[in-house]
């Protein structure tokens, strides 16, 4: 118990230590003189955010704003900042320039201290809600391209986006690692991988507010969502997770521990319960890990009406007023209310029958009013006029291209049917053929991502971009079964089709789906699907799968019939023209799935399972071994090339670590052993041999990539930091345990010791 307390302790003082060094002190002066000012009701109206529907009327299909509700919000409630669009839809910038001036002009022109409006969307995957913007793939593509640099890219031109509207702060990114993939937020995650939500997670949150928030170009990030929301247990979108703390350290805790030390300037909360406690009103969570232990000095805001959610779903609360103190006292800065008054009704009550104090309203006003100095919200709160040309950037599209490019992984390609020759004749069918919400997913242009009306008309379809770069005279399209599972052709008309091409290729995978909407019972695809995919089994041609997808959707049975399997990881309106780029060789293909693709439901192990999990009854740990209990169809890390790489002379600078701050130096060269140029993700693993705790098979803990010539050797390095190699012990402490460490690159090994 003391070790705990103690350790606890120095934990506590290095991340103070952290902060301390580089105290965040700017504005403070600013931020107190205001504070003095303000009474109780204008404090609490700073920490009140509410959606811009209920001051549009969506009943009228054009653009409005109901100005009188608007302005009562701003005037008489003081109410702090306001989020999401008009009517659920991608808006012009015209529009977005109209909701953002009126509401600054009550804030700034009709109020007694004229604190400005804090404005935030869900720009989660490109400027989502700008009409005709080009949209990045989502997270979990950019996770398989394992390239950082569209992370941050994304991040960039989207900032510059958002600004250029007059948003200032966008809800991205989700640091959330997707160890649940029946979870209809999985698509949003980078993946299974710790390590990808970490250094992916860092990237875009830089590329998102530049090197100052208040620059035109940048919006400030959000962390999503602290903490543990992706590990529900049910696969179920808000539902309860059980995370032993020993997980919740090693898991999904790192990738915020580095963003918070990278600057993200705001956080949102997890919806759903840690072992049964609802993060909002955890405390421990909230407050001692967050900010005492994380340094975390930033805006926490609550996600989507969860005050009230602790009353009627998660039952921890007999009513609203208790809900709000629950969330006070665990140390939420704002709540997302989002329809109504009650938070600041209540909140006052509390406040004026002393439950809650006033110093800790400030500790949260201080926050608010800190983060719109800092976003130059006092110096001037409109768009301005310098960020308009800003609005599509140029360089997003080919930026949005590449990642698309890059996101696509080729899991499989029997006798190199790929890729195909420009002229083949090629028969497409299959419901995501034609459909671009497949391509995007959630938050494209719509929170669900389905509305077809609003993707912008140059954006390809696959089957739109195979007939540009193939010649639409050599492809012919039937739809086969549509998305919502409705057979559209007959197995006899699907068939004559087939016989008259050289190749088929069928375009399978899921709608666009976000949050509780897109939960589901059964990982495998849908049946329909299957079906379809099952009538080409005799048809004698090869069949080629195209998997338009946010998450593994078990193709088990299915997938001996195609020779061909490329993945598309929802990669965004850019998405078709890079399928086709791939198809047809334009493109080497180089993704590496970010998750583990599995071979049935009831066997979801991820790549990082402890050795109990993966080491038969024998006990043999030879590393090739792993086989024998993770046996997905395609493992975490796997993707093919139309070249091939070969790896060699894997060294480290050192066998022996000693201390806590001692580091060494991994290298291996990589040849590109094929006749194409490629790109080539390396993935470092490193496994602890033995731990107090059931060790992790291995850990993925580092990733980079490269382009080579044919016949073109590279050596990698990566630095290995003693700190990197830890674990979370029985008391919940982290530390490095002395012992055996197997370093893996693609097969190679060597083994390295750590002593205190
Ligand atoms: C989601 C958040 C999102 C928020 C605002 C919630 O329902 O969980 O991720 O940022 O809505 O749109």
Redesign the pocket.
Known sequence: MFKKTFYTLLIGLFSASFVLAQPNTKYNAEVDALLKQMTLEEKIGQMTQLTFGIFSDNSQPKFNIRKDDLRKAIVQFNVGSI??NAQDHAQTMDEWHQMINTIQDYATKETRLKIPVLYGV?AIHGATYITNSTLFPQQIGVGCSRNTLYASEMGRLTAMSTRATGVRWN?APVLEVGRSPLWSRFPETFGESTQLAQEMGVANITGTQGKSVADITAVAACM??FIGYSGTNSGKDRTNAYIPETILRDVYLPPFRSAVNAGAKTV?IN?GDINGIPVHANKKILTDLLRKELGFEGLAVT??EDITKLVNRHRVAVNQKEAVYLVLEAGIDMA?VPYDYSFYGLALQLVKEGRISEARIDESVRRILKLKYELGLFANPYPEKAAIPNLYPKETDQAALNAARESLVLLKNNDATLPLKKGAKVFVTGPTANYMPSLSGSWSYTWQGTNTAFYPKGAQTILQAIQAKNGAANVTYKEGVDIKGEVKSTDQELLVEASKADYIIVCLGEDAYA?IPGNIDDLNLAPSQKRLAAVFEKAGKPVIYVLAEGRPRIITDIEPIAKSVLLAPQPGTQGGTAIAEVLFGEVNPSGKLAFTYHKAPNDLLTYDANYSDVVPENGNLSANQVGIQYRPLYPFGHGLSYTTFAYSNLTVSKTQLVGEADALTISVTVTNTGKLEGKEATDLFVTDLVASVNPAYRKHKGFVKNTLKPGESKTITFTLKVSDLTMTNAQNITLTEPGDFLIHIAGLEKTINYKK
């Open positions: 989020l999401n869900d809800f999503k969502h949102m919806s996600d989507w997302m949050e």
